[in-house]
Nanobody, 128 residues
Framework: QVQLVESGGRSVQAGGSLRLSCAASGDTSNANCMGWFRQAAGKEREGVAV????????YTADSVNGRFTITHDIAKNTVYLQMNNLKPEDTAMYYCAAQYYVEERNCRPLRLPMFPNRGQGTQVTVSL
């Protein structure tokens, strides 16, 4: 099993930037697809960005494309989400999630909320 611990969430003004971190431990060999999903109050979970570790290929949701970037540090077993030009609609609890896929084509943001391994979340609040 993989343990995931998020950090970096806080309150920020619109237009600002944040970097979220997700440290993975345990059986990380079962986590070759890692990413972030979010859930705003009263809304459904939304997959934001994923990275397929072996190829370093990344995929982001249309809602954040061009503003959010996902990266992975192999040495630290940590996934990062760099969020730029934040908007009030980005306000949500952000969760890190991990899954193992044999085929990279299955590693997509849409699947993130269903991943069995997830952290406790970190809150991001964007104000005007």
């Amino acid at each position: 099993q993989v343990q995931l611990v998020e950090s970096g969430g806080r309150s920020v003004q619109a237009g600002g930037s944040l970097r979220l971190s997700c440290a993975a431990s345990g059986d990380t060999s079962n986590a070759n697809c890692m990413g972030w999903f979010r859930q705003a109050a009263g809304k459904e979970r939304e997959g934001v960005a994923v990275i397929y570790i072996s190829s370093r290929s990344t995929y982001t949701a249309d809602s954040v494309n061009g503003r959010f970037t996902i990266t992975h540090d192999i040495a630290k077993n940590t996934v990062y989400l760099q969020m730029n030009n934040l908007k009030p609609e980005d306000t949500a609890m952000y969760y890190c999630a991990a899954q193992y896929y044999v085929e990279e084509r299955n590693c997509r943001p849409l699947r993130l909320p269903m991943f069995p391994n997830r952290g406790q979340g970190t809150q991001v609040t964007v104000s005007l």
